[in-house]
Nanobody
Framework: QVQLVESGGGLVQPGGSLRLSCAASGFSFSFSSYVVSWYRQAPGKERELVAGITNAGDSTNYADSVKGRFTISRDNDKNMVYLQMNSLKPEDTAVYYC????????????WGKGTLVTVSS
């Protein structure tokens, strides 16, 4: 029953912005007990961590490549996670995945199917 559904991907020109959303449902514990991260995987490359946010939303971390351009946030009341992406570059092109991990029972680790972001002129 666990579902993470990403949305908001698409085609954008370099320098543009997109906001990705991740809708969470079906968790055994409250959504607020899950640490959430955004990962991305470009063609021919390994999946990499883009941004993470603690269950309470009080702390975030970012890959050096996106720091200052991307912002992760969450709304636990709505079971939603967001990734605001600004100043997009062609190298940001990838499938972006939402990941949720229970903060205590870390084997409860779930993934969405991804949403494609293409940055191109």
């Amino acid at each position: 029953q666990v579902q993470l559904v990403e949305s908001g991907g698409g085609l954008v020109q370099p320098g543009g912005s997109l906001r990705l959303s991740c809708a969470a449902s079906g968790f055994s514990f409250s959504f607020s007990s899950y640490v959430v991260s955004w990962y991305r995987q470009a063609p021919g490359k390994e999946r990499e961590l883009v941004a993470g946010i603690t269950n309470a939303g009080d702390s975030t971390n970012y890959a050096d490549s996106v720091k200052g351009r991307f912002t992760i946030s969450r709304d636990n009341d709505k079971n939603m996670v967001y990734l605001q992406m600004n100043s997009l570059k062609p190298e940001d092109t990838a499938v972006y995945y939402c990941n949720a991990r229970q903060d205590l029972y870390t084997w409860m680790d779930f993934w969405g199917k991804g949403t494609l972001v293409t940055v191109s002129s």
